[in-house]
């Protein structure tokens, strides 16, 4: 799709809205921003945003050990962003792109317990869909992750059902505009990283990644130099302040009536088809 500048964002979530309330067996009480994005993560096409916004909560539902109880401030949840930082960067303003850097404080391998990395990766994606100085603008997402400290131990207590959810709804249903993924450390075992990876990547996904060797400058080719260099200083203030905006968000993540599907709310014509009608021509899911 072409980005489309004159979407109206307000219009198309007023609709995604509406559309919503003939479902009554899906979330409801979805915040107005995270509608908004659903429209801007899809140019506009109100068709795809019903149907990534239903495989999304489908994926949800599907897979509670991930998507359920989602208190950030539970135990198992603050070790995971103690041992690693998963840090939503600043906006630059020589780029429009959103940054967002991971990298592991703790390098133990026995601290890597992969279920609550994941578990705790969806509650940091969530809660940057409800912040209101992440712009919906003309640019992209770009994740950046750092494999220092990451090791052959560290691979093998990766689950891999758990991956494949992972990139299931990272690929097809999360309301975000991905532009490129950057790796940077990179270790001489990356092929076996890959080797694991691979099978659940789409090809459009795969083309979007980067790899960077140790003292690489080759970063900077695509990612201003002052999105690592300025932040690497400031990543523990970055990263407080995360923790307090997770801190704020406990209800949000906690009210169920926000993230699950009640299947007693489904209508008979609903269960009849298996899963939600939507009007008009359906995309083939893909990031475009």
Same mark, same amino acid.
């Given at each position: ?18 559309? /919503? ?6 979330? =409801?009480?979805? +915040? $107005?921003?995270? &509608? %908004? ?125 758990? /991956? ?6 990272? =690929?097809?249903? +999360? $309301?975000?505009? &991905? %532009? ?109």
């Amino acid at each position: 799709m072409v980005i489309d500048k004159d979407i109206d964002l307000e219009a198309g979530a007023a609709a995604l809205k509406a559309w /919503l309330i003939t479902q009554p067996h899906l979330p =409801q009480n979805i +915040h $107005p921003l995270l &509608l %908004k994005r659903y429209i801007h993560s899809t140019k506009g096409d109100l068709e795809y945003a019903k149907k990534i916004f239903v495989h999304g909560y489908t994926i949800r539902h599907n897979n509670p050990h991930i998507f359920g109880d989602r208190d950030p401030l539970e135990p198992k949840v603050q070790n995971v962003l103690k041992a690693i930082d998963m840090v939503p960067l600043p906006a630059v303003e020589t780029s429009e792109d959103k940054f967002v850097f991971f990298r592991l404080v703790d390098c133990d391998p026995e601290k890597f317990h992969f279920n609550d990395v994941i578990r705790t990766f969806f509650i940091i994606a969530d809660s940057r869909m409800v912040q209101p100085d992440i712009p919906m603008n003309d640019g992209g997402d770009i994740p950046i992750f750092d494999m220092n400290g990451f090791t052959l131990r560290h691979l093998t207590k990766v689950v891999l059902s758990t /991956l494949r959810v992972y990139m299931k709804y990272a =690929q097809e249903a +999360h $309301p975000v505009r &991905l %532009k490129a993924i950057h790796v940077i450390n990179c270790t001489p075992f990356l092929d076996k990283v890959m080797y694991v990876v691979k099978p659940f990547m789409k090809k459009k996904v795969a083309e979007m990644l980067h790899f960077h060797l140790p003292n690489s400058e080759a970063l900077y080719e695509h990612v201003p130099r002052e999105v690592i260099f300025q932040n690497f200083d400031e990543i523990a203030k970055q990263k407080a302040d995360w923790f307090k905006r997770l801190e704020s968000l406990r209800e949000y993540f906690t009210d169920d009536t926000r993230w699950k599907i009640d299947e007693t709310r489904r209508t008979s014509y609903h269960k009849s088809h298996g899963t939600v009608e939507l009007s008009g021509s359906l995309r083939k899911l893909e990031i475009d």
